[in-house]
């Protein structure tokens, strides 16, 4: 999950893929599929990592990777695969955080892109 959190963050949904999550995890492939059955799992998954994170810790606290998570998957709720799981669930943690908060989490996560330096991928 920490592996799937950091490369969404980095490189998005589309951009992210599970061989390179598996990589970061220092896992074999096969080990993410047997845990999540496909890649939007896997995300929606993190997705409900980020937002437990953020309630329980009050958001005060969101690592830039936490922040840079919650940027990519606003962008990829303009998917059709994921707008209806993700929307709702956005709209639901922009409630329970506040609309300024929630702006600040995105626009930390937006900085926090702008000087990502990726690892290179092997």
Known sequence: ????LVEFGLFGYHGASTSSIAARAEVPQPHVYASFETK???FLACFDRLRDSLLADGSERASAGLQRFLFQAVSASADPALRLPLQSSLVELRD???DCRFEELLAGGARSM???DPEPRG
Not at 1 to 4: I, K, N, Q, T
């Open 96 to 98: 329970a955080l506040g």
């Open 1 to 4: 999950m920490e592996a799937g």
């Open 40 to 42: 939007q799992q896997l």
């Open 114 to 116: 702008l000087s990502a």
